[in-house]
């Protein structure tokens, strides 16, 4: 580990460390994560001042085209590796990136506080994002026009969203795509009208809305007990990918301390919900 880190000192300033330097870590994905990452990144480091662990964005599209070109350890995804990015990483390693569940989240739907809606179905939000309904009135609200903001479509979120929420659709075209889940709940927080999704550790200072299956189904909200049994409807697990090759060592310590009773316990600290214990071998 020493001597890791002396020939890490050792080179030129400005070069990226790899993980053939023990005692250097990147991780790169999803900024539904990112925070999260960032917390665990430096917790760590504060128990193992030997580790430097370099933390960034810019969502799970881009973490998993750093993971096939080899330019990140770990890659942060708020949604599954897809084929096409399998065979990517084939192609550049050899082998399927190993998965680990690291969280769960209840991917919230955020309103304005002033705003009188509780809860919407799924079909509600779907008819919203798609832009059938475009405004307040024809859901129960108050008559004033929609602001939809989404995610950009490199974000692990907004093809979830995407997927199990507007069953494939395409989002309305007026949509404002904002760069990450913290820009995006700020916009909503200043718009009496505004609605966007992200996870449920970037609420504050807007509304969560209370989510139904179906207009004959209870509003849920997105609190741990009700993600863990799965009653609310737009739960998801959230993952770190890593080239299997590099999965050893310092990265499989801090993988481990991750998934561990210290690292789960950041991830409450943060707002996203702990795995169940089952999950975590």
Not at 39 to 61: D, F, N, R
Not at 127 to 142: A, E, S
Not at 226 to 245: E, G, H, K
Request: overall charge positive.
């Amino acid at each position: 580990m020493k001597q890791s880190v002396k020939t890490l000192l050792a080179l030129s300033a400005g070069l990226v460390a790899t993980s053939a330097f023990a005692g250097s870590i990147t991780v790169k994905g999803s900024d539904t994560l990112v925070i999260l990452a960032q917390k665990w990144a430096e917790v760590y480091m504060s128990k193992h001042p030997e580790t430097k662990i370099q933390v960034s964005g810019g969502g799970s599209g881009v973490g998993f085209a750093a993971l096939q070109s080899q330019q990140t350890d770990l890659c942060d995804a708020s949604r599954k590796i897809k084929a096409t990015e399998i065979a990517n990483c084939f192609k550049a390693f050899g082998k399927r990136p190993t998965e680990y569940k690291v969280a769960l989240d209840g991917l919230s739907v955020y309103v304005h506080e002033s705003n009188p809606i509780k809860d919407l179905s799924l079909e509600q939000l779907e008819q919203i994002f798609t832009g059938k309904v475009k405004n307040w009135r024809d859901v129960g609200g108050n008559d004033a026009p929609i602001t939809v903001y989404s995610r950009e479509n490199s974000s692990g979120t907004y093809e979830f969203f995407k997927e199990h929420v507007l069953k494939g659709k395409d989002f309305v075209a007026s949509a404002q795509t904002m760069p990450g889940t913290s820009a995006l709940v700020q916009a909503v927080s200043k718009d009496n009208g505004g609605i966007g999704y992200g996870g449920a550790a970037y609420a504050k200072g807007t509304k969560a809305l209370r989510i139904k299956k179906d207009d004959a189904s209870p509003a849920i909200e997105p609190t741990e007990e009700n993600v863990i049994n799965n009653s609310y409807p737009i739960w998801r697990y959230l993952f770190v990918y890593v080239n299997p090759n590099l999965d050893k060592g310092e990265i499989a310590a801090y993988l481990n301390w991750i998934r561990s009773a210290e690292g789960q316990k950041l991830v409450k600290e943060v707002g996203y919900y702990p795995l169940p214990e089952k999950l975590r071998q």
